[in-house]
């Protein structure tokens, strides 16, 4: 049986738990998407439902002999270029779908499953599922109408703006932000999330199944992703706010997650996001939590 990773030897997360369930005597091999459909063959049959996947070694792999498969990166297929534009962008949608298909045929153990990658991408669904349990989540505003950005602006104290799903880092919102010209050519191209901003402390707890572990983020930057030296402090959190992640793991389709949270100083913790295949080894390396034990053993079992 065959454990598999999605994505490729380059990606440093990818190769270490790698290493590590080897060490642990499992037999793991990349599903690097991005060498489809050049380097990398799969057959698919539906009216059996039996798949397999021939690697650039030249090795066979049958869907049925998958035991799990850890989501890493599901790269873009790798389609080689055409003169025609119209055969071209053909050939990128059948390679696109035969790869979505046997992805979502293969029926091992995913982690993370793909509602939990869709998920991912549609971010303000994500907020919206996770504030119907009952969870707190910042006022928020997603559109491309100049009128309701005004209008979002002027009704909340301070508010920072990001991209809808991913490609830059937060930002406060300023008042050349909303020129009318700028703000309605930029609005063209795509929409935009506005939030308000939340003061107080960046928690981030990574759930592996059953288990949650924590860490209190200190940096003066608004988005500790810029902050080189940013501080990670292994953080005791209530019971119930580990309850509470649990919940939101579930409510995504998430078995292996890191969330971002910010503790308002009321004492309340406010959901940002939730991000199912998250970066860990520096994570793992300055807490001292075991989590890529843990992704072993859930992949293992």
Known sequence: MYILILGNILDKEAARLKNRLEQAGATVEYWDSQLFPRHLQMTWQPHLHRGDLRLPTGKTIGLEDIHSVFWRTLRPVDVPSLPNLRQYRLAITDSTSALRSLIRGCLAHWVNSWEAYQFHQEQPLQLSTVKELGITIPKTLVSNDPDRIQLFSATTSRVVFKPVYRGAHTQFLTQSHLEQERLTRVLRFSPVTLQEYIPGTNIRCYVIGQQVYAAEI?????????DRKARLIPAILPKAFH?????????????????????????EFVFLKADPSPAFTKFEHVTGFPLVERLVQLLMN
């Open 218 to 226: 200190r940096s003066t930057y608004l988005d500790y992703r810029k």
């Open 243 to 267: 309850i509470t992640c649990l919940r939101v793991a579930q409510a995504l389709f998430l078995e292996w997650t890191a969330m971002d949270w910010r503790l308002s100083p009321q004492g």
